[in-house]
């Protein structure tokens, strides 16, 4: 009964915690994924998602989510969305079909009201004071606090892979804006016959190089979990700085159809991660040249979450 | 002197001799792109991109788009725009910044606004008797007459290489849809130190694929560009009927740094080639059990445009 599941950031680890409790009791990959990112999504304390998520520069919080399951191939998305309390699981419901599996705007808010999807105002009076103080010190637009997408990728014990996200995107974005989160083989992708993988950092970055789509190619073509993941965040990082001068942030996570698991990432990093042998447990990755290094998180590290 | 441009259907014709002239005296593959591009956009015969596209459930124009840059890998993309006379040219104006480079919905409109680019109603009478028709006569969503994006790479006399897409998506959809064709890497993709990439077809297929960086990506590692292409879209064609039992219409197109181009189909598809020694030709791809065959175009092909 192998399993494995890894989350970006520290914020996810009460979330992986539950989710570990119905792994073990042969609980799916989809429902690990809804119960991490659901946990963080209503969790008031994270300004990069769901609720209290951090507006764009009209003030307004507009997410993005994506799931993609690996037996399938199915891919559900949105983008831009408003009101909805899971971007997440209104992505995993744009799975269930054919046709019309990536919606955005009005159009996504209009299907989650139809499809009987909790609906939430979800700027908080805290959210709404970080805004307006920036606001009041208008400046370039740099990303928020590692703009920190929760990213999951599970293998259950039944073999099957899954990947999600689900995000408010960069504090300050232009109003429509959609990063990498809702985008197939950019913030995520899932093949159980390979591996799954997930994206955080600045999407503009990681769609240029479809990293979750590249590392699970990786991972085909025989490179192990951790290997895939820290050099190609390594290789692309070089490859941003020799043909645009600079690279912003990228972190990646990913497992393979075994259960292993591998990060790569161009900044201090958090995760978490946990398996049948091992409870939940929060990393800081940190980049070397060629690729990064893992250590077990530790109080000095209260500069990442 | 060597340059190449390849575009999705014949619909295309008259822009790529448009652009081939350009080309011709050193125009740049962006110009060669918005030439061909905008061409089919601003053409009332053509339902499937820009003016005169289909209008989705609702009766409402909604339009994606994208472009890339191969020398510094520079993405611009919008979806599910309304009421821009070219979605190309938003979504290229979206690549001139670092971040928000893929807007949609509202935003992505009222940033076409401000930046003063066209704005155009773009639903005809005869699209709207299309529509009217079609809703008389409910039944399952089947896309429309080979939902046509329009896609082009072009190689520059400079060994500048880029990717664009327009598209007024899938007939009948539902609002808020966007399908590959601003998604980098599945409808477009462009690295002048390799190859560039445009798909064609059911985005709801291409992205599960990224099939347009994955082409790239074998021409990376030595594929020539028609073997890379037709390979790929047959074998992604049967991992979707293997994992799926099914696989609908993709298209796909490609040329490499050294101007040799390559299309992959699993249906009959019609392309435009010209390069520094051929002008502008139609020809039609139709898929084999492992690859395709390419024949010039003939008047005995007026199924396929």
Chains 1, 2 share one sequence.
């Not at 799916?28 to 998602?49: C, G, K, M, Q, Y």
């Not at 390594?234 to 292993?260: H, N, P, W, Y």
Request: hydrophobic share 40%; with cysteine.
């Amino acid at each position: 009964m192998k399993w494995t599941v890894i989350a970006t950031w520290k914020m996810a680890a009460e979330g992986v915690k539950l989710a570990e409790t119905a792994l073990r009791e042969a609980g799916t990959a989809e429902a690990a994924l809804t119960t991490v990112i659901t946990d963080v999504e209503n969790d008031p304390r994270f300004h990069s998602v769901g609720y209290s998520g951090l507006p764009n520069q009209a003030g307004v919080v507009q997410l993005d989510g994506g799931y993609m399951d690996g037996g399938t191939l199915s891919v559900g998305a949105v983008g831009c969305v408003e009101n909805v309390a899971s971007a997440f699981t209104l992505a995993k419901q744009c799975a269930d079909y054919q046709f019309n599996n990536f919606l955005v705007g009005e159009g996504a808010r209009q299907y989650a009201i139809q499809s009987g999807l909790e609906m939430k105002k979800l700027l908080t009076p805290e959210a709404q004071m970080i805004y307006e103080q920036r606001k009041a010190q208008p400046e370039s637009l740099s990303s928020y606090k590692g703009h920190d997408t929760v990213g999951v990728c599970c293998l259950d014990s039944r073999g099957m892979l899954a990947s999600g996200t689900s995000t408010s995107g960069l504090f300050m974005k232009m109003p429509g804006r959609v990063g990498d989160s809702p985008i197939c083989g950019s913030g995520f992708y899932a093949d159980s016959d390979i591996g799954a993988a997930a994206a955080t950092g600045v999407g503009e970055e990681i769609m240029k190089g479809c990293l979750s789509y590249e590392v699970v190619r990786r991972m085909q073509q025989g490179q192990e979990p951790q290997e895939a993941a820290s050099t190609l965040v390594a290789e692309f990082t070089q490859k941003l700085i020799r043909k645009r001068g600079q690279a912003e942030a990228i972190s990646l996570i990913c497992v393979d159809k075994d259960g292993r698991w591998g990060v790569g990432t161009n900044i201090k990093f958090a995760f978490v991660v946990s398996d049948q042998n091992h409870s939940a447990k929060v990393y800081v990755a940190e980049p070397t040249t060629d690729g990064c290094v893992i250590r077990p998180w530790n109080v000095a590290d209260q500069d990442v979450d």
